[in-house]
């Protein structure tokens, strides 16, 4: 099994969520974090919805989005 940390609070492991980036310790995909910052949602209100969560995960979610986009030289939104 190949882990990869991408920061304190984010993970990939092939072997969990297809080898999606997660936050460590939880089957919580960063993308499904993302889907609901988008949609407007607080920190407060996704901290509810998922009790595993704490702010710094999010702060981190976001933090690692921002790294990726920065890594990349352009991206079609569709």
Do not use: N, Q
């Amino acid at each position: 099994m190949i882990e990869m940390i991408i920061e304190k609070r984010i993970e990939i492991d092939p072997e969990i969520c297809h080898g999606k980036p997660r936050i460590k310790g939880t089957r919580i995909m960063i993308s499904v974090i993302l889907e609901w910052l988008e949609a407007g949602k607080t920190f407060d209100e996704i901290i509810d919805a998922y009790p595993e969560l704490s702010k710094e995960d999010i702060s981190a979610t976001v933090r690692y989005a921002r790294k990726i986009i920065e890594e990349e030289k352009s991206a079609s939104i569709s």
